[in-house]
């Protein structure tokens, strides 16, 4: 997304934050702002979070502080977000995993419609589906084939179970009809799926393309196809799963986007 495009979300942000506070006696803000990332440094969340901290900070004339709470899928740093007094100085940047998490945990005490207070949508996601390249195909046809032919002898990674890219993969693997086994990695989230990815203890992974471009162009990764509904501007090569209209996987889209 444009930096430009950013720092007029940025006004559109604050000016929304200066609504919400305009009932408070002193000047709105006086003092930093704390922005609690879901994810780990390196993600695209990460970056995008840091872009918009860096413009709402020329903005509000007041330092706005990205704060890395990665783990349970989001869920540590929304809880963290709750624990923070309600002054509008503690919002949270995160996927539309925070909507997912509703539906799909056990825990009820929390409610993303009760106890959270949604700004604004910041960027539809690039998620994409890649491979460490030691396997012995070259496109998303030839990986599907493999599965099928290898049942149970594959493994993927996510930043843990219920998020987006579990519920991407088994959506995935229903439609191709594959088995391929999950490895949640819960603590470390995204990047250690990611470092898990590079050492071949997993095989495959679905996440938002952040660092994963580069490790593409340099060859110490492959990318099969994009989960989401468009392609990627940094790999415009690589299709969509629509796109290749594989048997089974016909239309088939992930939408991402972080708020």
Same mark, same amino acid.
């Given at each position: 997304?444009?930096?430009?495009?950013?720092?007029?979300? #940025?006004?559109?942000?604050?000016?929304?934050?200066?609504?919400?506070?305009? *009932?408070? %006696?002193?000047?709105?803000?006086?003092?930093?702002?704390?922005?609690?990332?879901?994810?780990? @440094?390196?993600? *695209?969340?990460?970056?995008? /979070?840091?872009?918009?901290?860096? #413009?709402?900070?020329?903005?509000?004339?007041?330092?706005?502080?990205?704060? =890395?709470?990665?783990?349970?899928?989001?869920?540590?740093?929304? %809880?963290?977000?709750?624990?923070?007094?309600?002054?509008?100085?503690?919002?949270?940047?995160?996927?539309?995993?925070?909507?997912?998490?509703?539906?799909?945990?056990?825990?009820?005490?929390? $409610?993303?419609?009760?106890?959270?207070?949604?700004?604004?949508?910041?960027?539809?996601? =690039?998620?994409?589906?890649?491979?460490?390249?030691?396997?012995?195909?070259?496109?998303?046809?030839?990986?599907?084939?493999?599965?099928?032919?290898? &049942?149970?002898?594959?493994?993927?990674?996510?930043?843990?179970?219920? /998020?987006? @890219?579990?519920?991407?993969?088994?959506?995935?693997?229903?439609?191709?009809?594959?088995?391929?086994?999950?490895?949640?990695?819960?603590?470390?989230? *995204?990047?250690?799926?990611?470092?898990?990815?590079? #050492?071949? $203890?997993?095989?495959?992974?679905?996440?938002?393309?952040?660092?994963?471009?580069?490790?593409?162009?340099? /060859?110490?990764?492959?990318?099969?196809?994009?989960?989401?509904?468009?392609? #990627?501007?940094?790999? &415009? $090569?690589?299709?969509?799963?629509?796109?290749?209209?594989? &048997?089974?996987?016909? /239309?088939?889209?992930? &939408?991402?986007?972080?708020?």
């Amino acid at each position: 997304m444009a930096y430009r495009s950013l720092h007029a979300l #940025a006004f559109a942000l604050i000016t929304t934050l200066i609504s919400a506070a305009a *009932s408070a %006696q002193e000047t709105y803000p006086n003092r930093p702002i704390e922005m609690l990332c879901a994810y780990g @440094a390196g993600s *695209s969340t990460d970056a995008i /979070g840091r872009v918009m901290a860096n #413009a709402l900070s020329q903005k509000i004339g007041q330092p706005v502080v990205v704060i =890395n709470r990665p783990g349970a899928n989001g869920m540590i740093a929304v %809880q963290a977000l709750r624990s923070a007094p309600p002054t509008g100085y503690t919002m949270v940047l995160h996927l539309n995993g925070i909507a997912i998490n509703q539906v799909t945990k056990r825990d009820k005490s929390f $409610d993303v419609r009760r106890d959270v207070t949604p700004l604004a949508k910041v960027v539809g996601a =690039n998620f994409g589906l890649f491979i460490n390249p030691s396997l012995p195909v070259k496109d998303a046809r030839e990986f599907f084939e493999y599965a099928r032919q290898n &049942p149970g002898k594959l493994n993927y990674g996510s930043s843990g179970a219920g /998020g987006i @890219a579990h519920l991407s993969w088994e959506a995935i693997k229903v439609g191709a009809g594959v088995d391929i086994a999950h490895v949640p990695y819960a603590k470390g989230g *995204s990047g250690a799926s990611l470092q898990a990815l590079l #050492a071949g $203890d997993v095989q495959a992974v679905i996440n938002d393309i952040g660092i994963y471009h580069q490790l593409v162009k340099a /060859g110490k990764l492959k990318a099969l196809a994009m989960a989401s509904p468009f392609r #990627a501007e940094l790999l &415009p $090569d690589v299709p969509t799963l629509a796109e290749l209209n594989l &048997p089974g996987l016909e /239309g088939f889209t992930a &939408p991402v986007w972080i708020g």
